[in-house]
């Protein structure tokens, strides 16, 4: 079982920075991919989910247009926990993030399954 704990958001101005972070647990760790996502509940993205950042196969990196040269990802294998810096926020940053992975269940398992955290919060005010 693979199971996901996103923390890190919260309130911050315009122009300010947050550190999201995913600690994972897992039984079995075989990881093909660590992203963060976010849901805008509301505005003119109402209802709406985007890939933020991910990491992919161990070390390409990439990242939605809207965030490039603001946001990074990174993890730390050892810790087990991956995280997304977001620096010179803004209020379109307004949204819930909520972490992923794609991880095997066991030992022979054939496919990566996506494994998703419940969320935190980043609001930001003009």
């Not at 965030?67 to 926990?81: E, P, Q």
Request: glycine residues 12%.
């Amino acid at each position: 079982q693979v199971h996901l704990v996103d923390s890190g958001g919260g309130l911050v101005q315009a122009g300010g920075s947050l550190t999201l972070s995913c600690a994972i647990s897992c039984t079995f760790c075989d990881f093909n991919a660590m992203a963060w996502y976010r849901h805008f509940p509301e505005g003119e993205r109402e209802g709406t989910r985007e890939l933020v950042a991910a990491i992919v196969r161990g070390d390409q990196k990439n990242y939605a247009d809207s965030v490039k040269g603001r946001f990074a990802i990174s993890s730390d294998n050892a810790k087990k926990t991956f995280y997304l810096q977001m620096n010179r926020l803004t209020p379109e940053d307004t949204a819930l993030y909520y972490c992923n992975v794609g991880a095997r269940r066991f030992e022979g398992d054939s496919g990566y399954h996506g494994y998703f955290g419940r969320g935190t919060q980043v609001t930001v005010s003009s």
